[in-house]
Each structure stands twice: as C-alpha cells, then as structure tokens.
C-alpha cells in the first residue's frame, strides 16, 4: 500500500498564499529523502497545524499521519484522507511502531508526521514513537519547524538515527534551541527518557 499524498500545483499555491496572508517566510533545505519520519516542534498553539500542512504544501512534501479508524468514518473521513490520514485499525493501535514501520517498508515514498512532544502543553520528556520508527524502519529523522520569534518554517535538515539515542538527540537538541514556538512558556525540550537510562530505545515504545 502506497500513502503517499499528492500535493499538486494547487495545494503548492494555498500552502504558498497562507504563509503570506500571515506574513510568514519559507526557509527550507531541499527534502533529499522520499521517505522519511517527519517532527515539528515546537508544538505549543492550535496554530501549528494548519501552519506546518500549508508549510508542507509550499515545500511540495505530502505529510501522512496516523489516526484512530474511527475518525475516518462518513462525514469527514474522506476530508481527513485528503489531509493526509491514514486509518490504523483497533488491533494495530497497539503497536504503532510496528504497525508504521512496516508502512515504510511497503511504500516507495512516505514521510510520516509524528508529533513528537504530544501535547501543547510543557512536558519533561518528548515520546520516543518517532526515533523507534525510524530507527526500525532505517529512514531519516526530518527536523520541521515553526519559528514564531522570526515567522519562518521549512525544513531543516535531517538526522539519521544511530541507536546511540543521547548522541542522536544532541544533534535535535541544537537544530530547536534557538526556535520559539507562539508559546514559549510551553515549550518542552527534546529529550527523551531514554537518553537516562541506555543507549538504546524499548521495542515496546507507542507513538501515542
């Protein structure tokens, strides 16, 4: 099964229109990866969303997400796939690292949104989800973000996870630390919980 998400001319020129309508910049590396695993931090206000997918539209990269099966029922369903969703059965849910790599190993192009903190409120540690996707699946970690301090966003760069998870997470750690979220009172540092305790990430890490 491919998910992959055809962002045509016309979602090119909406995501291209938004920015400007609220006088934000793109300033974007060229993706260089068809599949990837996808964050955007930091992620403090409703605001984020619709700014990263019209970010995403102006980068012409096609962003999938996971969802719960049920929000994909008869009326909005079809508005949820067109955003890019992509239904995970009940059964599924319980191992959605799994569940995702094995996406990654079926599709020629995909590239994943994770919310990585999981919140928008100020959390100790982000969740693990997106670097055991990664990791698992041997695809690159793509840094997205939305600067409100300067009103920039794109894309910048990408880590490619080793499994020696603090080294890895220095590397994230010094991408974010000069972006300012709509929120900054919120704002949660990427660290993950596992950096404490072993090199490596649990196989039993959810996305959610």
């Given at each position: 099964?491919?998910?992959r998400v ?12 938004w920015?400007?309508l609220?006088?934000?910049r793109l300033e974007?590396?060229?993706p ?15 605001w ?10 102006a980068?012409r ?15 909005f369903?079809?508005?949820l796939?067109?955003l ?6 009940r059964g ?40 055991r ?9 793509g ?11 794109g ?10 998870v ?6 994230i ?15 949660s540092?990427?660290r ?17």
């Amino acid at each position: 099964m491919t998910m992959r998400v055809s962002t045509g001319s016309a979602r090119y020129w909406i995501g291209k229109a938004w920015l400007a309508l609220f006088g934000w910049r793109l300033e974007t590396e060229a993706p260089t990866h068809e599949k990837f695993v996808f964050i955007a931090a930091p992620h403090t206000s409703g605001w984020d969303l619709p700014l990263m997918l019209a970010t995403s539209y102006a980068m012409r990269v096609p962003i999938s997400w996971m969802g719960k099966q049920e929000l994909f029922r008869p009326p909005f369903g079809w508005f949820l796939r067109g955003l890019g969703g992509i239904p995970i059965d009940r059964g599924a849910r319980k191992n959605r690292v799994g569940w995702a790599i094995e996406q990654f190993a079926r599709s020629p192009r995909l590239v994943l949104a994770i919310p990585a903190e999981g919140t928008r409120e100020r959390v100790d540690h982000w969740k693990s989800g997106f670097y055991r996707i990664a990791l698992g699946a041997s695809v690159p970690i793509g840094l997205g973000y939305l600067d409100f301090s300067r009103k920039t966003c794109g894309l910048g760069g990408f880590v490619m996870p080793t499994g020696d998870v603090r080294a890895d997470m220095d590397k994230i750690r010094a991408f974010y630390k000069d972006i300012r979220g709509k929120h900054p009172e919120k704002e949660s540092e990427p660290r993950l919980r596992e950096e404490a305790t072993r090199p490596g990430v649990s196989a039993g890490l959810e996305v959610a």
